[in-house]
């Protein structure tokens, strides 16, 4: 059966390019969104060097015009005394991240004092996204909720989290969080199947309890997000491997999956990748703007036939069942019988410059 799904949006993806381009760029990555079906993109900014001023953000939003093939934000990354500078370019981001906890990169906020500046500081009509773990994530919502900014929680992981969240959502708190789709499949059982270095990623991914916790408060997660942060098979099974994993072009295969088990209606996948991050985040509505999945296809995720650079996927191996057939963006077919029919650079900024 096939059915018409709006372009859906992802609002955590790393396309790596300035700086890593051999595990992704913006041509690569933005076939990987069109493959899963994505229409708009952010981005995060953990690049090297990481999107903390004028400069480095000009020197993406070129590249990225220049190559990308579906639409796309561009996160600015909040640096230990940047708040003026991130404040004064904020009508061209998609976002402010703040990176609260160790990941890749060397983008980590460790003061008070730095967390204070960027939520006391950013425009309140511009979210501010947190990638927080555990404790931080009590800080991150009682910063937001003092200086009244809206935040939005990262893949959020564990029980005690998602708990966290419910908790202050019902005090009236404006938080909002996403997951990934790794967080609601896999568990640390699987880490010898996938591979000791394949399998590191952050937040790690971690017990059936865990797992079980996030199905279980589905009705207060109100943003599926992918998290796409490839890194290629070689630095993976090195000896110290980056966190990390591709993943824009089974997501909408395991959103769909949910719906199979009975835990969520299609309604809900449209919320969590469509509706929710088009309002948290602002995007422009794409006019003559839609996804064709043939729902009951099956098959096998293989990293070696994916559009991305990174070419594996902790999936690998795994039946997957939906498939994008077809994708329309402004009126025109970009993807169809699994080729990429856009021209690099035909993507646009949701925040365009003049
Ligand atoms: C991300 C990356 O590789 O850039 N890695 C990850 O494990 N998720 C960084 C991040 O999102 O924290
Ligand atoms: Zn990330």
Known sequence: MNIKLPGLIDPHVHLRDPGATHKEDWHSGTCAALAGGFTVVMDMPNNTPPITDAQTLGAKQRAASEQAVCDYGIHFGAGADNAAIAASLASQCSGLKLYLDQTF???RLDSLQSLVSHFSTFPKDVPILCHAEGRTIAAA????QLYDHPVHICHVSRK???????????????VTCEVTPHHLYLTLDEREKIGAGKCEVRPMIATRADVEALRANLDIIDCFATDHAPHTLFEKESASPPPGYPGLETALALYLELVREGMITLDDVIARCHENPRKIFNVPVQDETWVEVDVDAEWIARGANMFTRAKWTPFE???LRGRVT???LRG???FENNCVLAKPGSGKNIRPTL
């Open 105 to 107: 990169g060397p983008l």
């Open 141 to 144: 919502l009682f910063v937001a």
């Open 160 to 174: 005690d989290e998602i708990e966290l969240i419910r908790a202050a959502k019902e005090k009236g708190v404006r």
């Open 317 to 319: 191996g795994r039946t």
């Open 326 to 328: 077809r994708v329309m």
């Open 332 to 334: 025109e077919t970009v």
